[in-house]
T-cell receptor, first 113, second 115 residues
Framework: EAAVTQSPRNKVAVTGGKVTLSCNQT?????MYWYRQDTGHGLRLIHY???????EKGDIPDGYKASRPSQENFSLILELATPSQTSVYFC????????????FGPGTRLLVL | GEQVEQRPPHLSVREGDSAVIICTYT??????FFWYKQEPGAGLQLLMK?????EINEGQGFTVLLNKKDKQLSLNLTAAHPGDSAVYFC??????????????FGAGTQLIVIP
């Protein structure tokens, strides 16, 4: 069974503060993804990575940075958090081909006050 | 780019009834098709993956139909039970272009099965 874990599971942050969301996968997948989920929008891609050292912008990258220091770890960084970034964030890993199945973590619920 | 529309956004059915969720997509290069289930407070769990050459797939209590001519993908829960209550997402990948393997999601359907 594929395993993707996220930490923290819940986070409360203040406006202007820095937030780091962490993701770890034990699937040895090259690709990793960060999504946010908001009512009415489904899942929207923020950043993704093809492997250690690479990060790419997704559809809504503004206000977010990403870091992939290793095959297993992929972080999402909010340097200056804003209330509009209140959301549920999901990390996923997958193989790098068109039919790859993505395996999702349990999500992080972020509230920015 | 790829656009995936999913309907209905909300669906309530009685236990034992069928429930149908439909997604339409726009890109003719759409390649693999996915249905995910999200239970409250949890991540997305893969229900089924359908390849473009396969039209009908049957799972445990559900059927997935792919109609390439109409660019439509559907999920039919044949006899819904309360454990099926969840949010369902369709997703599509393309066989060309950048971000190979990235998923294009529908907006989701909140299904409630009433006992």
């Amino acid at each position: 069974e594929a395993a993707v874990t996220q930490s923290p599971r819940n986070k409360v942050a203040v406006t202007g503060g820095k937030v780091t969301l962490s993701c770890n996968q034990t699937n040895n997948h090259n690709n990793m993804y960060w999504y946010r989920q908001d009512t009415g929008h489904g899942l929207r891609l923020i950043h993704y990575s093809y492997g250690a050292g690479s990060t790419e912008k997704g559809d809504i990258p503004d206000g977010y940075k990403a870091s992939r220091p290793s095959q297993e770890n992929f972080s999402l960084i909010l340097e200056l958090a804003t209330p509009s970034q209140t959301s549920v964030y999901f990390c996923a890993s997958g193989e790098d081909w068109g039919g790859n199945t993505q395996y999702f973590g349990p999500g992080t619920r972020l509230l920015v006050l | 780019g790829e656009q995936v529309e999913q309907r209905p956004p909300h669906l309530s059915v009685r236990e034992g009834d069928s429930a149908v969720i439909i997604c339409t997509y726009t890109d003719p290069n759409s390649y693999y098709f996915f249905w995910y289930k999200q239970e409250p407070g949890a991540g997305l769990q893969l229900l089924m993956k359908v390849f473009s050459s396969t039209e009908i797939n049957e799972g445990q209590g559900f059927t997935v139909l792919l109609n390439k001519k109409d660019k439509q993908l559907s999920l039919n829960l044949t006899a819904a039970h309360p454990g099926d209550s969840a949010v369902y997402f369709c997703a599509v990948t393309l066989n060309r272009g950048s971000a190979l393997g990235r998923l294009h999601f529908g907006a989701g359907t909140q299904l409630i099965v009433i006992p």
